[in-house]
């Protein structure tokens, strides 16, 4: 990239001793030339930018030791300069100081480029009060000359920072906030550990988008949580959406190192692992040191390859290979209603007869949805599947409707928690008179024995029958469904299994309700 406007031959000059730079004798007018050459090469530097000489040179953080000192790029940190583009995400193990640099390099352009809005979004507030001490650190260590004139603060908190005379501002918020870059527009967006971010994060993070400026810097980051999710699902698609993907393996941090072991002690998979990334035996130890400390975390917290990472380190319900194979193959739906939340793939055939089930939740913009599922009752094909924000009445009347719709089909409508509710207003206020009951009681009850078998047998017809499934959307919720480490099983953090749920218990209803018919 090459220097814009009057700043090109400054840069150059610059360039021929840019480490001697005195920075706190800088006004505004270099501050803005620096910031139209922070990606710039001078012609005598072999290799690092403008804005890496400046972030070393400038930039004070808190070392390993707990001591202030000059940043200084990583191994890693250098490799995300090297191959950084416009729109990046970065897939990478523990502690690898990228949120650091991503601060630093957001930080410079907040202070040289005018007008410029940066927001980092954390995936807690703890998480982005961290990331505020390293700004503020930045700040704080900034040359007088600079803090008393251009870069004097208007508003410094812990969440904005904001540089009048730049017009210019650097925000930390947590994804918890749902109104994070709400009316803004954004120059530069980190979104920092995304696999954990908390609700619905692609919702979250398509608000995000749409408060970027054109051209602005985004990056996605994140340590890899399950096979599924908004960070899976970005990192699968980055290849359709120009946008460069960055891997970082432990062994890239040169801290991750123990007492070195006995070359004869190595197993196969070791002298592989050695001989394909040219490790140490240093590094060999540090690894049996994290994989005896992690157990079945360790992919997680500490990558390897960029594939296996996602698989293990969520342990899947569902036979993966089935689930990927259905994806490839499912059809379009035929038909969309209410914005796309009911798809309709089979619309009703007269002499057939259905089951629609249905796993209630409380409504509003947050949390859970309320899914529906419409299967054939003779073979258990998915013809239609709702999932979408609402509750109460308003659920209701639209899993009555849409029961008539298919020939007055059986509605099964979970009992527990607001599935009550919704089961009282199923009767009363819609009047729908086909209505599922076992042991005398309307409504499927979810226990700890009739959850697990329900789960067992969406399970067995994904590997026996997968045609049966249409919904794109239901096959990538069941790749995100996992064991949890109490044992139980449920979504992985940050997705949702409503439409797992509503499936399954569809699955079983039917399978009942066939029985009742068959005299079973």
């Known amino acids: 990239m090459e220097a814009r406007g009057d700043c090109g031959p400054k840069v150059e000059a610059w360039g021929t001793h840019l480490e001697d730079l005195r920075v706190d004798e800088m006004e505004r007018s270099d501050l803005e030339c620096l910031g139209k050459a922070l990606d710039h090469h001078p012609r005598i530097l072999s290799g690092p930018t403008v804005g890496m000489v400046l972030a070393e040179k400038l930039l004070v953080v808190r070392t390993r030791e707990g001591r202030p000192g000059k940043l200084k790029a990583n191994k890693v940190q250098r490799a995300f300069e090297n191959k950084r583009g416009q729109r990046n995400i970065v897939l990478k193990a523990r502690q690898m100081g990228l949120t650091t640099w991503v601060a630093a390099r957001f930080f410079l352009k907040t202070i040289t480029q005018p007008g410029t809005l940066t927001l980092e979004v954390a995936h807690t507030q703890e998480a982005a009060e961290e990331i505020f001490r390293i700004v503020h650190r930045f700040l704080d260590w900034m040359p007088d000359g600079l803090r008393e004139g251009a870069l004097k603060t208007g508003r410094a908190n812990v969440r904005q920072i904001v540089f009048p005379e730049m017009d210019a501002e650097y925000r930390v918020v947590s994804a918890a906030d749902r109104n994070a870059g709400r009316g803004l527009t954004v120059q530069n967006l980190h979104c920092s550990e995304l696999a954990r971010w908390p609700g619905d994060a692609a919702d979250i993070l398509a608000g995000l988008r749409a408060a970027m400026a054109p051209g602005g810097e985004l990056i996605l980051e994140s340590t890899p949580q399950g096979v599924g999710g908004c960070f899976y699902e970005e990192w699968r698609k980055a290849g359709e959406t120009a946008t460069v993907r960055h891997f970082f393996p432990w062994w890239m941090e040169a801290r991750y190192h123990s007492e ?158 607001h599935g009550s509710g919704v089961l009282a207003l199923v009767e009363t206020a819609c009047k729908y008179q086909r209505v599922y009951s076992h042991g005398g009681q309307t409504g499927w009850l979810t226990t700890s024995v009739s959850r697990p078998a329900a789960i067992a047998r969406l399970e067995a017809a994904l590997v026996e029958e997968p045609e049966q499934f249409q919904s794109r959307r239901l096959l990538g919720e069941c790749r995100s469904f996992v064991r949890q480490p109490n044992g139980s099983s449920g979504a992985q953090s940050g997705t949702h299994d409503d439409r797992v749920m509503a499936m399954a218990i569809g699955l079983a209803a039917r399978a009942e309700l066939a029985g009742k018919k068959r005299g079973f």
């Open 260 to 417: 070195a072991v006995d070359k004869a002690s190595l197993t196969d998979e070791e002298r592989k692992l050695m001989e394909q990334h040219e490790l140490k035996l240093s590094q060999i130890a540090y690894r049996r040191r994290i994989r005896a400390d992690f157990r079945g975390l360790t992919a997680q917290e500490y990558a390897e390859n960029e594939e296996r990472c996602f698989l293990a380190s969520g342990e899947s319900v569902f036979e993966l290979a089935a689930v990927e194979a259905r994806l490839k193959t499912a059809p379009e739906p035929v038909e969309r209603r209410k914005n796309g939340d009911l798809e309709i793939w089979l619309p009703p055939v007269k002499g057939k007869e259905y089951v629609v089930s249905v796993d209630p939740a409380g409504g509003g913009s947050d949390g859970d949805y309320s899914a529906a599922q419409v299967l054939e009752m003779e073979t258990g094909l998915q013809c239609a599947e709702f999932a979408g924000h609402v509750g109460g009445l308003e659920l209701a009347r639209f899993v009555t409707g849409l029961a008539a719709e298919y020939n007055g089909a059986w509605l099964v409508v979970e009992r527990n928690n």
